[in-house]
């Protein structure tokens, strides 16, 4: 047990002021913040021979604990102002001012750390993006280059390398890198998505593909990769496959099974879309779904016929629905039916089309030779 801990319902009064930085400094190890400071707090700032620059760097290392970054930037500046020589202090310095977004700051900050640099790569990591932030993109790129060749392990530096590739727009750099430092590290499923996704956005689809595809075979079950992956097949619009994707997911997230058929219906192919429909769980989507599907085979008796379903699931106060019935009535012939369901279609996106069937019938029923 901690000192901290083994002391952990005393009041700080209690101690004696030699002990109350000690205290403190054994509180923030454990992690107890806001009790840290509460203990600083007793301290008497005038007292003779008090070493203010431990005090103030406590207090702006409980402050950072607490994600109070403006108070804890202030207390570490005191710190340093009152002789804190410990390098280290300078990277608490930069991490506050990054995190504040004071770029220029944090830069210069970390140029007094020295070469702390050298076993602090988090230090390099907020050096080259707060000169990328600040459009100095030269400079970020040597601090990039320099975290590689002193942290060839981290591979930070590459995957950080893709992102600045990407936003220069060179593409086909990206892809290389990318293919490199997913060869290189110990690559997660969210490694594959975010630069694969980064390359289905740059609209480099083909390498966004390849490098999706390699991901789902070592993450066949990650619901993202597969999204991801098929929105790359369907922005070049490539329906079919992207619907292949989503079926094979739905092997382990039978949410796909409604979003697959949906594509296959798109892409044509009714059929296989039926299949899929009919293990559909949720009978509302499966129903409209159905009716769609059916519309699209003009299997218009079959699409009449499922009224009865339609009415038990609440559907028919779906316009949609009753405009499909409509005209699934009109294609076979069957007026009185298509003019009662069209009488429940008032939404302006479907009266047009209403509209329009009605004078079709209306034709059909004072020019019979046109519609035998």
Known sequence: MSYAKDNDKKDPDTFPVGELMPLAAMLIKDGNHDRAIKTLQTIDLAQEGLDLARYYTLLGMAQMGLKDLASARDSLKQ????????????????????????YQETLATIDRAGDVFKTY??????????????KQYSKAWDALALGEALFPDNHKFLERKIFYALDLGLYRNAAELGREYLAKSVAKAEDFVAIGNALRLSRQFD?????LEVARLSYPEHVTIAKVLA??????????????ILEQASQYHPEFIAEAAELYKRAGRFYRALELNAQISDQTTKLKQRLAILVGLKQYEMVINMEPALHRNRLLNDQSVRYALAYSAYAVSDFDKAKKHLSHVKEPGLFKQAMELQRLMQECETEKWKCA
């Open 121 to 134: 790569p988090a230090l390099l990591e907020m050096k080259m993006q707060a000169h990328w932030l600040l």
């Open 207 to 211: 390498e966004a593909a390849n490098i």
């Open 79 to 102: 710190a340093i102002a009152n002789g804190q020589a410990d390098p280290v202090i300078f990277v608490y310095l930069a991490q506050a001012q990054y995190g504040l977004k004071a």
């Open 231 to 244: 929105h790359t097949y369907l922005d070049q619009g490539m329906t079919n496959a992207a619907a292949e």
